[in-house]
């Protein structure tokens, strides 16, 4: 059995977990909890980290005293159920706040698992890039697909704050829109294309003999051409990403002899 504790509200997760009685309100008929519906097997309590002080008490009972009682009942319930919780938040650190009992923390915290983020495993992106690829053109249809080297390069490089769900919906985004059996840098959504843009301009400057000052021109040249096309040559964005004012931006750009596409702003 699973709970999302996020998704229901304080006055419903006690009795949604635990169980209520016919007759507490009107119109409300008996019902088993999660607990109940759990015993002798597994009840994983998802984003553990959002229960009310209450329902947090009454949880710290149930796993200590291996019982529950039903909202509005005085019965008590034997049950014997494995606990599995998760949650992204710092229970330590919400401790520390008063946002979560300690007591409950460590009664739980029997085997402790902690799920890096997949930036930090970014040795397994290449694997789990070739299994969605699998996965989605099965699901819809799409011939066998691969990814370009660059490509590749840009989904390492990439932080994925959304995680292995945000790689699976990139992987099927390109599924959807692929032109071809190779899939090229230019396919990635923008954020992480833009990764790619940003990399350039550490890997392919390369001054050579020439002079500080020209060696300086020319860095600086380089930025003002990709800020300006991974904005979509919108000065104003440009100007924000290269710390400068719109004008300071107009100025460099007629200084160097650069000139935007027709028709930006």
Known sequence: ???????????????????????????????IGK?????????FLDELGDLSPGAQA???????????????GRRAIPVDV???????????????????????YYRLKVIHVVMPPLRAMRQDIG????????HFGRELGKSRLE??????????AYDWPGNVRE??????RLVVLARGPLIMPDELS???????????????????????????????QQMLREALEVCGFNQVKGAKRLGLSRQGLIKKLKRYGIIPRAGTS
Do not use: W
């Open 1 to 31: 059995m699973a709970v999302n504790c996020a998704a229901l509200p304080a006055s419903l997760l006690e009795s949604e977990l635990f169980g209520i009685e016919r007759g507490v309100a009107t119109g409300v008929d008996r019902r």
């Open 82 to 104: 494995r606990v599995v919780a998760a949650t992204n938040k710092n229970l330590e650190e919400a401790m520390v706040q008063g946002s979560f009992r300690p007591d409950l």
């Open 167 to 172: 790689l699976a919906h990139e992987m099927k």
């Open 35 to 43: 607990f109940e519906a759990a015993h002798g097997g597994t009840l």
């Open 127 to 134: 694997l789990l890039t070739t299994h969605f690829l699998e």
């Open 58 to 72: 009454t949880l710290l009972r149930v796993l200590q005293e291996h019982v529950v009682e039903r909202v509005g």
């Open 190 to 220: 923008p954020e992480i294309r833009r990764v790619e843009v940003e990399a350039k301009q550490f890997t392919r400057f390369s001054p050579g003999g020439t002079s500080l000052k020209a060696a300086i021109a020319e860095l600086e």
């Open 147 to 156: 990814l370009d080297p660059g490509t590749l390069h840009c989904l390492e």
